[in-house]
């Protein structure tokens, strides 16, 4: 309070505020916490003479992604998630000392890194950069997708119990069917992707004879990370059953890395393993109960009431 009763007294306070662009905050007190760290970097203020002092260093870290890249100035901006105790979600700049990490990163790629703050400014150390998936041509995509009426062959996985599963056990149900990896850090990406199937299935509690004959099933494309024990753990924290859940309706599989593959190539997945970090298209499918496409869904833009509607026209 001290320090923003002096910023305002000197007039530097608005200034700062000016200096910003309205699109780098969401909330005012956002824009002034960042206000106080810009003002802070150019000068000590307190009772306290610091010259020839080390500046004291708070560490919170950060995850987001990256929005455009001033390589010239060592800089990114980055929207990035709420830093909690510090500073809400919001799209702001950050100097990024790492010469070859600004060589190498890119607009739209994934970061999460440790932001250091202050009295003499702010930057980001440590930074993890976790490329988009590339996109796949259209002319590909299409070419390389199941037709609508397709059969699905039977492929063999292997679920969160270790138990194999089959995708002609399910007959005479519908499946919705998506792939993902565990540790997947792109918040657009299998996160959402899992995010929209726990919206699906909770949708399902609430239509007993819908419920009764849909199935959902999420593949993994890391399968030498993601063993059984690691998808039921990551399972029960998307339906918040946790230990009381069972995997009636939802399963999660996976299987010979081989088998994935041929499986996820059936679908139009196109996915490439570099060092754990997986770079991969979207595809979720919805496949009748006589085990033939009724739908394909691409890339993240689906909604879990759209899935619901072709539910209920399906089984209509």
């Not at 988009?132 to 299409?142: G, L, M, R």
């Not at 005479?172 to 657009?188: K, N």
């Not at 699906?200 to 007993?208: A, G, H």
């Not at 939802?250 to 490439?272: K, L, Q």
Request: hydrophobic share 40%.
């Amino acid at each position: 309070m001290f320090l923003e009763t002096r910023l305002r007294r000197s007039g530097n306070y608005r200034t700062i505020f000016g200096m910003i662009h309205p699109r780098w905050y969401k909330s005012r007190k956002a824009l002034r916490t960042l206000a106080l760290i810009v003002l802070a970097s150019v000068a000590c203020i307190g009772f306290v003479n610091c010259a020839g002092r080390k500046a004291p260093e708070t560490r919170y870290e950060l995850k987001g992604k990256v929005v455009s890249v001033d390589r010239t100035n060592g800089q990114v901006v980055v929207d990035h998630e709420e830093i909690p105790g510090f500073m809400a979600a919001m799209e702001m700049p950050f100097a990024l000392p790492d010469r070859d990490a600004m060589q190498s990163i890119e607009a739209g790629n994934g970061i999460q890194a440790t932001l250091v703050v202050t009295d003499k400014g702010f930057w980001l150390e440590n930074p993890i950069i976790t490329k988009a998936a590339s996109a796949v041509p259209a002319d590909e995509s299409h070419s390389r997708e199941p037709q609508v009426g397709a059969e699905v062959p039977n492929f063999s996985l292997i679920n969160q119990d270790g138990k194999p599963i089959s995708i002609k056990q399910n007959r005479g149900r519908a499946v919705l069917l998506t792939f993902i990896y565990t540790r997947c850090p792109l918040s657009d990406y299998c996160p959402l992707m899992s995010s929209n199937f726990a919206a699906v299935n909770r949708e399902l509690d609430k239509d007993s004879a819908l419920s009764s004959r849909t199935h959902l099933l999420s593949v993994t494309l890391d399968p030498e990370f993601d063993k059984p024990e690691v998808l039921r753990s990551y399972g029960a924290a998307h339906t918040e059953r946790y230990k009381e859940e069972k995997f009636e309706r939802w399963e999660f599989a996976t299987g010979d890395p081989a088998e994935i593959r041929r499986f996820a190539e059936f679908f139009g997945v196109s996915y490439v393993n570099e060092k754990g970090q997986i770079t991969h298209s979207l595809r979720t499918a919805l496949i009748s109960p006589d085990g033939k496409i009724y739908k394909v869904y691409r890339g993240n833009e689906w909604k879990p009431s759209e899935v619901m509607n072709d539910l209920k026209a399906l089984f209509s």
